[in-house]
T-cell receptor
Framework: EDQVTQSPEALRLQEGESSSLNCSYT??????LFWYRQDPGKGPEFLFT???AGEEKEKERLKATLTKKESFLHITAPKPEDSATYLC???????????FGDGTTLTVKP | EPEVTQTPSHQVTQMGQEVILRCVPI?????FYWYRQILGQKVEFLVS????????KSEIFDDQFSVERPDGSNFTLKIRSTKLEDSAMYFC?????????????FGSGTQLSVL
């Protein structure tokens, strides 16, 4: 069974204080690793898809990386508006089903 | 940017009642999904739907649940006889072609409260 574990559960940063979120996964046949952002009371919003070990993608202050066992979401010089829950998910061999982790709730204080 | 819309945003019902949650996926998308998130827990897959039939479903999606695409735009989730444990946020999602490496577009959700 696919498993996704995210750490830490919660992360509090000062504005400008860079850090990383971790996503460890076990999946039979990785078809894609996804990062989503979820604001309170909203649905997940797509950030990145990573397909193979060594791949990296960037968007503004966020950078996602992938190894064979885990992915990191690096946040550089975060701002308060980056506060949200960041979800990691893996796509398995069947169409459409994604298995999500519990998420990391990031709070950035000004 | 096109978006997935869900109605209602909140639904309160009595245990044992039937509820229908409605979704309008992005117009050119071919795959549709329902996920749910119980308060404080992870987002869980319920069902995927393609070409007017269920593509895959989870163990959660038992005989009390059904999905339908009644017309060219709507996608619905019906819970026949609601239970207290069905209380959750239900998210509809769609994707262009359904490839497992393809991103999902989620709606804002329907918060279902079963009393």
């Amino acid at each position: 069974e696919d498993q996704v574990t995210q750490s830490p559960e919660a992360l509090r940063l000062q504005e400008g204080e860079s850090s990383s979120l971790n996503c460890s996964y076990t999946v039979s046949g990785l078809r894609g690793l996804f990062w989503y952002r979820q604001d309170p009371g909203k649905g997940p919003e797509f950030l990145f898809t990573l397909y193979s070990a060594g791949e990296e993608k960037e968007k503004e202050r966020l950078k996602a990386t992938l190894t064979k066992k885990e992915s990191f979401l690096h946040i550089t010089a975060p701002k308060p508006e980056d506060s949200a829950t960041y979800l990691c998910a893996v796509g398995n061999t069947n169409a459409g089903k994604s298995t999500f982790g519990d998420g990391t709730t990031l709070t950035v204080k000004p | 940017e096109p978006e997935v819309t869900q109605t209602p945003s909140h639904q309160v019902t009595q245990m044992g009642q039937e509820v229908i949650l409605r979704c309008v996926p992005i117009s050119n998308h071919l795959y549709f999904y329902w996920y749910r998130q119980i308060l404080g827990q992870k987002v869980e897959f319920l069902v995927s739907f393609y070409n007017n039939e269920i593509s895959e479903k989870s163990e959660i999606f038992d005989d009390q649940f059904s999905v339908e695409r009644p017309d060219g735009s709507n996608f619905t989730l019906k819970i026949r006889s609601t239970k207290l444990e069905d209380s959750a946020m239900y998210f509809c999602a769609s994707s262009l072609s359904g490839h497992t490496n393809e991103k999902l577009f989620f709606g804002s959700g329907t918060q279902l409260s079963v009393l």
